[in-house]
């Protein structure tokens, strides 16, 4: 057993680390326990192959760690101590920083053996550049980190945040035009004629009263509506007598919408309080998470998460313990959480989120009333979920077996993906690749490709640089390499794809499958082309195997449209004057209003551009060159 030793770390943490940089060959667990700290602290367990399989945390690192070697355990934790082969040890002050390590550390490793979330998607925000003079409200997924501005979620769904923005447009007529868009504006646009904004960009509002709309807004996502309605009921009496009256029935038409929407909350309660409620259910070795989000007493929605589980042996209070830190510690606090479950670590979440959120948050199991009402809801949704996912589990493993006999498989296919090329009359081509495994689509491993320096409408060329580019980086990252690849095309396209893979992985690589429509063209006659079958395979409308290839080309069909009308509209919105080196947007929007838009400025020769204040000759030459050069 090598020696062990304390290391202070820079940030105030210790580390138990082993001097001798030679791992043993076996893990003598009776001499490590002599010499582990009492402190509370984060212990890492590896394999023999150096990789994490377990990080936990312990009050009592000596007493946690020798429970693993002192007592019996279920099948899971035998199975996890038979393949320790060295401990690493983290001490720390406090039991709340060891919480904060192990849901890092966690994240970091995704160990095989801790309870892992897993959610592919970002969570959708409602954004409001507050930084600016006028203000932006749109939706925004991503780090709220890289951003300024002020933000409100993350919410269930990307449906509750455009219905609310809707909602906001409609009641406070704030800009929603991109930044590029809005500098260059000459003349109110659409939205501004069906009163969804007030016009900043060309000086219909000014500046205090779009910061009154600008607050009005953050009092609405705040849920102050009574405040709102007091403020705009004091606005339109001010407006009346003054003789204002249009601008008096304007605040009287924004009060009585509000009004009606505050009418047709569907779910709502006496509750002034930020509160999430979470419910979990557990069966056949999957579980379901369900979150029900509360804001001033009014139900904001839901979602479903389904975290990854090392066994059936996790018990609820030990998932929502695991649950509750990783997906909290890396998002909002509430200022209550209700859970079906009281959490393992309870007073130690408690104290880590009220330090977060600067006051006091409380995590309570047993709840009367109204929020009795809630949790149950909540845990009715959760069995609900995991039986539909359990149902649905169950189809695809139907369909994975069909698709294994009818490809002529020796095992079922773990890691599928499928190609697929979109363009409209060869311009902004596009090449979308999509990933299913045993459980459905994983959207995280989707990748779009823009395809460049081919002949245009050459479907073969972009599928062959799609196919080159998705397999180079995957070899190169030693990636995981999928089971079989579905190329949307016939045989043109299988035997490009064959070239492709053949250059690549030689015969090693996985099954290629070409997916044509068949003669008629329609759902269901679809025929598959397998190189090592010599004639196409019909399996019917009927089949199994053939719903799963259909739902996946789909997928990949769908992923390339979306990509190729982003580019699309892109380069619509796209102005060539912003390119131009110190042609500011002040600049471009007199231009573009002296010569009435982008082709007047073209026909226009390097005398008539220096006509225009502030156009120097070099900067007329400079526009002049760039317009024609591209």
């Known amino acids: 057993m090598v020696d062990l030793c304390y290391k202070q770390a820079e940030n105030g943490l210790f580390d138990m680390k082993d001097i001798d940089s030679n791992k043993p060959d076996f893990f003598d667990h009776k001499e490590f326990l002599k010499s582990l700290s009492t402190n509370p602290g984060v212990y890492r367990m590896y394999n023999d192959e150096d990789t994490v399989i377990y990080v936990g945390k ?176 004091a606005a339109m009496e001010r407006a009346s007598v003054d003789l204002e009256f249009e601008l008096a029935a304007t605040y009287r038409d924004r009060i009585s919408y509000l009004r009606q929407v505050l009418e047709k909350q569907y779910v709502s309660g006496t509750q002034r309080a930020s509160i999430d409620v979470v419910a979990c259910d557990i069966k056949g070795g999957q579980c379901c998470v369900q979150v029900f989000y509360f804001r001033e007493g009014t139900n904001q929605g839901n979602k479903a998460f389904y975290p990854k589980i090392p066994s059936q042996h996790v018990n609820e209070a030990r998932l929502l313990d695991a649950f509750i830190s990783q997906y909290y510690l890396a998002g909002q606090i509430p200022e209550e959480l209700i859970v079906s479950h009281e959490p393992e670590s309870r007073a130690v979440l408690e104290e880590v989120f009220s330090e977060r959120l600067g006051r006091q948050v409380r995590i309570k199991h047993r709840v009367r009333s109204e929020r009795a009402r809630w949790l149950q809801n909540a845990v009715h949704n959760a069995r609900e979920a995991l039986e539909a996912r359990l149902v649905s589990r169950s189809s695809q493993q139907k369909r994975l077996s069909e698709l294994r006999k009818l490809l002529h498989l020796n095992k079922l296919p773990k890691r599928m993906e499928c190609f697929d090329i979109s363009h409209i009359q060869g311009n902004q081509t596009v090449a979308s690749c999509v990933v299913f495994d045993e459980n459905g689509a994983l959207k995280s491993d989707y990748r779009r490709f823009k395809i460049k320096d081919i002949t245009p409408g050459d479907d073969y060329a972009a599928m062959a640089q799609a196919l080159k580019r998705r397999y180079r980086q995957l070899l190169k990252e030693e990636g995981l390499i999928p089971d079989i690849v579905f190329i949307d095309g016939g045989k043109g396209q299988l035997s490009v794809a064959i070239k492709v893979m053949q250059v690549l992985m030689a015969d090693d690589g996985p099954l290629l499958v070409g997916v044509s429509k068949g003669t008629s063209r329609k759902p269901g006659m679809e025929r598959l082309h397998v190189p090592s079958i010599p004639y196409p395979l019909e399996p019917g409308a009927r089949s199994a195997a053939l719903l799963l290839i259909q739902q996946i080309r789909d997928e990949a069909h769908r992923f390339a449209i979306t990509g190729h009308r982003q580019l699309s509209r892109k380069k619509a919105t796209h102005s060539s004057l912003e390119a131009i080196e110190g042609l500011g947007p002040k600049r471009r929007q007199v231009l573009i209003k002296h010569f009435g838009g982008i082709h007047g400025i073209k026909r226009a020769g390097v005398e008539d551009m220096q006509q225009i204040s502030g156009i120097s000759p070099s900067l007329a030459k400079r526009i002049y060159d760039y317009l024609h050069s591209h």
């Open 58 to 233: 312990a009050r009592n690192l000596r007493n946690r760690v020798s429970s693993y070697f002192n007592k019996a355990h279920n099948s899971k934790t035998l199975t996890l101590v038979s393949q320790i082969h060295h401990i690493e040890i983290t001490v720390t002050h406090t039991e709340g920083e060891a919480l904060l390590l192990e849901d890092m550390l966690i994240k970091k490793y995704q160990p095989r053996y801790n309870v892992l979330l897993r959610d592919d998607k970002s969570y959708p925000y409602i954004y409001l550049s507050t930084h600016q003079t006028f203000p932006r409200l749109s939706l925004y997924r991503g780090s709220t980190k890289k951003r300024e501005g002020t933000f409100f979620g993350p919410f269930p769904s990307s449906a509750a945040v455009r219905k609310s923005i809707h909602l906001l447009h409609r009641l406070f007529r704030l800009r929603q035009c991109t930044d590029s868009y809005f500098k260059n504006r000459s003349r109110p646009c659409l939205q501004y004629q069906i009163k969804r904004c007030s016009g900043p960009c060309v000086g219909l509002i000014s500046k205090t009263e779009y910061a009154q709309d600008i607050n009005h807004t953050l009092l609405f996502l705040k849920g102050k509506t009574q405040q709102i309605i007091s403020d705009m009921v």
